[in-house]
Nanobody
């Protein structure tokens, strides 16, 4: 079994910062991609940031320059540093990982339970 556990969400004022963490645990052989998605009220889920095993990153246009994704492969953990937050960043943020549980096994998508980020004065 694999679990992705997010932490670090909460309430922050506009212009403030938060750091989200996502720790993968369980039987894991290899994690390829990790990333963060979000779903705002009344909207579809969207990709926020993505990082490959090699460290290549990708961001949604709306967060470029404000959010930074990083990972610690030794800890099976990734992070989303969020700065200059805006009210429109308010959403539930979900961690994602594409990983294999065995050397010869297939890659599967795993998701965290979500963490609420609210940007409001």
């Amino acid at each position: 079994q694999v679990q992705l556990v997010e932490s670090g969400g909460g309430l922050v004022q506009p212009g403030g910062s938060l750091r989200l963490s996502c720790a993968a645990s369980g039987t894991i052989f290899r994690i390829n991609d990790m990333g963060w998605y979000r779903r705002a009220p009344g909207k579809e889920r969207e990709l926020v940031a993505h990082i490959t095993r090699g460290g290549t990153t990708e961001y949604a246009d709306s967060v470029k320059g404000r959010l930074t994704i990083s990972r610690d492969s030794a800890k099976n953990t990734d992070y989303l540093q969020m700065s200059s937050l805006k009210p429109e960043d308010t959403a539930v943020y979900y961690c994602h990982a594409l990983l294999a549980q065995t050397k010869s096994g297939p890659m599967y998508d795993y998701w965290g339970q979500g963490t609420q980020v609210t940007v409001s004065s």
